[in-house]
């Protein structure tokens, strides 16, 4: 008997233990989750994920995609009752713009965001600025008349270029080039009516490489026929230009061109000659020519490294 009472005490007191376990721990999660929970439900989530209403502060907080212990939080002073996101990152209340929560300075009756254009009356504004969380102004731009340099252009680089009616821009930079005729062909070569450019993303090589965004005045505009062969080489007339060599433009002219074969980002074949990053390899044979693994590359005579 006295074996089965201390059984039951034991149990009792081991269910106690349990339980009081149990309550801390409850306390533990309610504890972190008032102090540590910054963000409670979205503003609107139809329009943005990044945009909420504090766990327990009556007031506005931007978190991108509500991971605010990873990608940040910041506390707006929208007002509460008016603030409403109109794109993931922006919001209004009834006197401010907001942008990644924070007020910016602009003018709030002639605000708008429209096709990755942002301006008000009186500027155009760039968001990838010095500051992460302010608005740019980009020099000397026409808020009347800036728009996408061409629409009709299919893939992601419609929308770096725009223009006004006095300039050309490239990722919201004023650059050299006439906006009636200005033209990307590819991700290295644009033309204009008088001139073939440079386009320059990065500058360097391995961890030296910096992102300059660079449109540079090259050459001459040449006479013939403009023909992209891939995202680097363009064919005009009789002469194929490039823009990612070190000396960042090469042509090479021809009496005529009779083939031209594309091989991929880095080479090309005209007439019978292999051109790797701008340089001719009239020397490899292009019938054989093989690339293998680790920047060798082998024809019917020789084995090649980059």
Same mark, same amino acid.
């Given at each position: 008997m006295v074996s089965f009472t201390n059984s039951i005490f034991r149990?009792?007191?081991?269910?106690?233990? =349990? #339980?009081?376990?149990?309550a801390l721990i409850i306390l533990a999660i309610l504890a972190i989750r008032y102090?540590?929970?910054?963000i409670g439900k979205p503003v609107n989530l139809k329009v943005s994920n990044s945009y909420f209403h +504090?766990?327990?502060k009556k007031l506005i907080v931007y978190s991108p995609m509500g991971n605010w212990f990873e990608l940040g939080y910041f506390e707006s002073v929208a007002d509460v009752t008016t603030f409403e996101p109109v794109s993931e990152d922006f919001g209004k209340d009834k *006197?401010?713009?907001?942008?990644?929560?924070?007020?910016?300075?602009?003018? #709030?009756?002639?605000?708008?965001?429209?096709?990755f254009i942002i301006k008000d009356?009186? +500027?155009?504004? *760039? =968001?990838n600025g010095q500051k992460f969380d302010e608005l740019e102004i980009i020099d000397n731009a026409d808020p009347k008349t800036y728009q996408l340099l061409n629409s009709s252009i299919e893939n992601y680089q419609r929308n770096n270029w725009f223009k006004d009616a006095n300039a050309v821009y490239y990722k919201n930079k004023k650059i050299e080039g006439d906006p009636e005729t200005f033209k990307p062909l590819n991700d290295a070569i644009a033309v204009d009516a008088n001139f073939i450019y440079a386009i320059i993303t990065y500058r360097g090589e391995g961890n030296e490489m910096l992102e300059v965004n660079q449109v540079i005045q090259k050459h001459k505009r040449i006479d013939g026929e403009i023909k992209p062969i891939n995202e680097t080489y363009v064919q005009i007339g009789n002469s194929v230009v490039s823009a990612f060599t070190k000396s960042e433009f090469e042509l090479h002219t021809f009496d005529s061109i009779a083939t031209v074969k594309n091989i991929d980002y880095w080479k090309i074949i005209v007439n019978n000659i292999l051109i790797n990053k701008g340089v001719q390899y009239p020397e490899i044979d292009v019938e054989s020519f093989e690339d293998l693994d680790h920047n060798f590359s082998k024809d019917k005579d020789s084995i090649y490294f980059d």
């Open positions: 149990i009792y007191t081991s269910m106690k233990v =349990l #339980y009081i376990i149990l102090f540590l929970f910054k +504090h766990y327990r *006197n401010s713009v907001f942008w990644k929560g924070k007020k910016q300075l602009v003018d #709030y009756d002639t605000f708008e965001v429209d096709d009356k009186d +500027h155009v504004y *760039n =968001l």
